[in-house]
């Protein structure tokens, strides 16, 4: 029973660092992995160095950026912060 009760405290620290660290952790990494997956031609986005740009070609790792001025930048995937404004949802015509 003693051996127990010396381990509780411990126990317990790490339940609260799990909830407190851990897990919105891998919240936001969930969360910044499902949008850049869903990244697509046309959305408007934020970099994490602050430039941004519109998505004018896309591929599996890289992705090119049109700025205001028409200039094209590729940047890599993991280099999006945010999308700012989504493209359209373009309709099938049959």
């Keep these: 029973m003693g051996g127990l009760t010396q381990l509780l405290p411990l126990i317990l620290m790490f339940v609260l660092f799990y909830f407190?660290?851990?897990r919105p952790q891998q919240?936001?990494?969930?969360?910044?992995?499902n949008m850049q997956e869903s990244l697509k031609k046309g959305d408007k986005v934020a970099t994490i160095g602050g430039m941004h740009g519109t998505i004018d070609a896309i591929d599996e790792l890289k992705i090119v950026i049109k700025s205001a001025d028409?200039?094209?930048l590729t940047f890599d995937r993991a280099a999006i912060r945010e999308i700012t404004?989504?493209?359209p949802a373009r309709e099938v015509q049959l």
């Design 27 to 33: 919240k936001r990494a969930k969360t910044t992995r």
């Design 85 to 87: 404004e989504s493209a």
């Design 20 to 22: 407190l660290l851990i």
């Design 70 to 72: 028409g200039s094209k």
